[in-house]
């Protein structure tokens, strides 16, 4: 059974970083794409960010381009996202899942793409 959990959450305050943290029960080198995603209360889950497992390719949101970085290690079977220059509209529960199909790069920040997902992490950006 797959098993993918997070952790590094937490409160921060705006302008401050967090490293968010997903382990995976077992190889991610059975997966295709690993995705970053966050959920605001009465808003709809939103893709952040995604990495392809054979080559690391990246991609990101326009909302946190240039300020959040998705990685993998094969080696630890983790994936991570590090959120810098964090702001009050980025507080939201952040998911990491996975998928071992492939998908179509311009569905990959679709939540619907994905069949492994982890129970999330709360972060919370407030001054």
């Known amino acids: 059974q797959v098993q993918l959990v997070e952790s590094g959450g937490g409160s921060v305050q705006p302008g401050g970083s967090l490293k968010l943290s997903c382990a995976a029960s077992?190889?991610?080198?059975?997966?295709?794409?690993m995705g970053w995603f966050r959920q605001a209360p009465g808003k709809q889950r939103e893709g952040v960010a995604w990495?392809?497992?054979?080559?690391?390719?990246?991609h990101y949101s326009d909302s946190v381009k240039g300020r959040f970085t998705i990685s993998i290690s094969k080696d630890k079977n983790m994936v991570y996202l590090q959120m810098d220059s964090l702001k009050p509209e980025d507080t939201a529960v952040y998911y990491c899942?996975?998928?071992?199909?492939?998908?179509?790069?311009?569905?990959?920040?679709?939540?619907?793409?994905?069949?492994?997902w982890g129970q999330g992490t709360q972060v919370t950006v407030s001054s």
């Open positions: 899942a996975a998928e071992s199909h492939y998908v179509l790069l311009l569905l990959r920040l679709e939540h619907n793409e994905y069949d492994y």
């Open positions: 077992g190889s991610i080198l059975d997966y295709s794409v």
């Open positions: 990495i392809s497992i054979s080559d690391s390719t990246t």
